[in-house]
């Protein structure tokens, strides 16, 4: 499971030369992505989830994923022939601790909890969920939350959507200290988790590689189940 994300690298770059059809295609799927924390709504079948009790429901996750991928054989939705509709096995706590213990942080609740029993990464929003601490997510581009001593634990500096691209600091790492990448869609577009500050718990699109700048989501479990539907 760890290795199939690095596909999403050479999907990536493919896609490049074809950037317009590209777009207009993620658009059309994945436009609740780019919902702002202040505007995202939780439909009917999100709270269905939460009310089964505990933070996450496993079973029914994996019923609606099957489902998803049932409606979809061909695996022709966006992200869906990387992730392929599949979650990698849960960590143990362990494995999460000394993450946490390394970096001096402690992870989200609603992410740590769906690590601990939903999945190490695997399907989700985008090209799907990295698996934690692994390659995907330690690509060059996006590795300064492990090459930068104190990156994690520095409060994220941001709580609404910044672009000051006129900024000589605009692509300068510590703009997005503070958050873990979790996931892509390609085109120098990150998704990343703040795990410290006044945001933590939060999903932000960086898309300052394309001067897109840097855009608030929902929280992890909002996010991840209104993608899931």
């Not at 994996?62 to 939705?77: E, H, I, N, Q, V």
């Not at 993450?99 to 769906?114: K, M």
């Not at 190490?120 to 997510?137: F, S």
């Amino acid at each position: 499971m760890r290795a199939y994300f690095m596909l999403a690298i050479s999907w990536a770059n493919a896609i490049r030369a074809n950037l317009p059809l590209t777009h207009r295609r993620w658009q059309a799927e994945s436009a609740p992505l780019m919902t702002t924390a202040a505007g995202a709504s939780v439909t009917a079948g999100v709270s269905h989830l939460n009310e089964r009790g505990g933070m996450w429901d496993v079973a029914e996750i994996r019923r609606r994923l099957a489902d998803k991928a049932t409606a979809d054989p061909g695996l022709t939705k966006f992200g869906a022939d990387i992730h392929r509709y599949d979650l990698a096995a849960p960590l143990t706590p362990d494995h999460v601790e000394g993450f946490e213990s390394r970096y001096g942080v402690r992870l989200p609740d609603s992410y740590r909890e769906f690590l601990l029993t939903v999945g190490d990464g695997g399907a989700g929003p985008g090209y799907g969920i990295y698996n934690l601490d692994g390659p995907a997510m330690q690509q060059p581009h996006i590795d300064d939350w492990c090459r930068l001593d104190g990156f994690l634990a520095t409060p994220f500096p941001h709580q609404a959507y910044w672009n000051d691209n006129a900024d000589d600091d605009y692509e300068d790492p510590w703009q997005a200290a503070g958050a873990l990448p979790i996931g892509t869609l390609g085109c120098t577009m990150d998704m990343v988790l703040v795990v410290t500050g006044a945001a933590r718990g939060q999903v932000w699109m960086d898309d300052r590689g394309a001067d897109g700048g840097l855009t608030p989501q929902s929280d992890f479990q909002t996010w991840y189940l209104e993608w899931l539907g």
